[in-house]
């Protein structure tokens, strides 16, 4: 089992920066691939980032904006946000996945956090 905790969200302007974090417990984050995932109000849960083993993919929507990472070392993962806009408000939830392929899909990812609200303010 693992269990991912978010933190780092926040309200912030249009054109800042925020860098939530999700913290592993119970194995070892190296071992899985790194999701974030985001839920606007009245929209469905979409994809944002993943990162897998050495190879790192983001939605169209935060290409260039976004960069995800990871630390092995804290078992914790990262999701750098710049230039944000309204438009991003949502709740980032981070996921770990085992296995390899299928990185977009938020059905083969098999632990979740309780995510972390993300306001941007225009």
């Known amino acids: 089992q693992v269990q991912l905790v978010e933190s780092g969200g926040g309200l912030v302007q249009a054109g800042g920066s925020l860098r939530p974090s999700c913290a592993a417990s119970?194995?070892?984050?190296?071992?899985?691939?790194m999701g974030w995932f985001r839920q606007a109000p009245e929209k469905e849960r979409e994809f944002v980032a993943y990162?897998?083993?050495?190879?790192?993919y983001y939605a169209d929507s935060v290409e260039g904006r976004f960069t995800i990472s990871r630390d092995n070392a804290k078992n914790t993962a990262y999701l750098q946000m710049n230039n944000l806009k309204p438009e991003d408000t949502a709740v980032y939830y981070c996921?770990?996945?085992?296995?390899?392929?299928?990185?977009?899909?938020?059905?083969?990812?098999?632990?979740w956090g309780q995510g972390t609200q993300v306001t941007v303010s225009s």
């Open positions: 990162i897998s083993w050495g190879t790192t």
């Open positions: 119970g194995r070892t984050l190296s071992m899985y691939a």
């Open positions: 996921a770990a996945k085992s296995g390899t392929g299928y990185y977009t899909k938020q059905r083969t990812y098999d632990y």
